[in-house]
C-alpha cells in the first residue's frame, strides 16, 4: 500500500499505526523500498544518514543497486561504525564519515539556502549531488526528526529522500517541509519516500510490494531483487 500526503494539515498520530504488526526482522523493512526504487531510477549516489546492515550493505550489493558508483554514509556512533565497516568488506564505492554529536548539525544551511562545505564532513557541497538519500539514523526520535527538518531546509531538488520508521509521528511532522510525501505502509515499520518534486514513477510500488510481500520476508534481498526485475 503507498499513500500520498501533500500539503496536508498537521498529522496526527493514528493509533491503527500501533495495531499493525510489526515485521519479523523490523531493522529491514525498508530493504524492499531501497531495491524497488533502484530499479525504478537509475541510482548512481547514494547519501545515507546512518549506516547499517539492512542499508549499507543493500545499496553495495551489485545486484540490488547495478549502477551504484559511490555511496557516503555519515555516522555518530564509532563502535557501530566499525562493525558496518568490517561488513563492508572494504569496498571502494563506499566512504564512511564519523561526526561528533547530532549528525543534523553537519547539515548547517546558509542565506542562500546551499549547505554549508564547513560543516559537511564529505565534499559535496549540496545535496544535490546524490540521487537518493536515506535517514535512519541517531539513537533518539528527537535526533532523527531534527536530521529531517535539517534535510528539508537545505531544498533539495534532485534527490529522493527515503525516511524509515515513517509512522512515528514526530517524522511525518518533521518531513512536512517537503513538497511531495509518500508513506509505504506494508511493512510496519513503515517507510516514507519525501521529494519536491512529484515522483510519478513510484505509484506503481506500493501495489508490487504488497504482492510480493505475501511471500517474501523485508530481509530477502536476492528474493527483492528477483521480484522487481521479473516484474
Known amino acids: 500500500m503507498i499513500a500520498r500526503i501533500k500539503n496536508s494539515r498537521p498529522l496526527r498520530f493514528c493509533t491503527s499505526f500501533l495495531s499493525l504488526p510489526r515485521a519479523r526482522n523490523d531493522y529491514a523493512t525498508h530493504v524492499p523500498i531501497l531495491i524497488g526504487l533502484a530499479k525504478i531510477r537509475r541510482i548512481r549516489t547514494v547519501l545515507e544518514f546512518g549506516c547499517g546492515y539492512y542499508s549499507t550493505l543493500t545499496f553495495l550489493n551489485r545486484s540490488a543497486f547495478p549502477y551504484l558508483e559511490r555511496l557516503q554514509s555519515i555516522e555518530n556512533d564509532a ?7 568490517e ?32 560543516k559537511l564532513p564529505f565534499r559535496a557541497k549540496s545535496l544535490e549531488a546524490y540521487d537518493l538519500i536515506l535517514i535512519d539514523d541517531s539513537k533518539s526520535s ?8 535539517a534535510v528539508a531546509a ?3 531538488e534532485r534527490p529522493w529522500i527515503v525516511i524509515h520508521d515513517y509512522e512515528v509521528e514526530e ?5 512536512r517541509g517537503f513538497e511531495q510525501r509518500y508513506a509505504f505502509k506494508t511493512f510496519t515499520p513503515q517507510t516514507g519516500l519525501v521529494c519536491n518534486k512529484p515522483a510519478h ?31
Open 171 to 175: 517524522y511525518r511532522n518533521a518531513a
Open 79 to 85: 563502535s557501530w561504525a566499525e562493525s558496518i565497516k
Open 87 to 118: 561488513a563492508a568488506n572494504n569496498d571502494d564505492r563506499w566512504n564512511l564519515s564519523l561526526v561528533d554529536g547530532d549528525i543534523a548539525d553537519c547539515l548547517q544551511v546558509n542565506s542562500d539556502n546551499h549547505v554549508n562545505p564547513v
Open 201 to 231: 514513477e513510484v505509484k506503481s510500488l506500493g501495489r508490487l510490494l504488497t504482492e510480493h510481500s505475501k511471500h517474501l520476508q523485508p530481509d530477502d534481498v536476492e528474493g527483492w531483487t528477483s521480484a522487481f526485475c521479473r516484474s
Open 142 to 149: 528527537a535526533q532523527r526528526a531534527a536530521t529531517i527538518h
Open 154 to 156: 537545505c531544498q533539495p
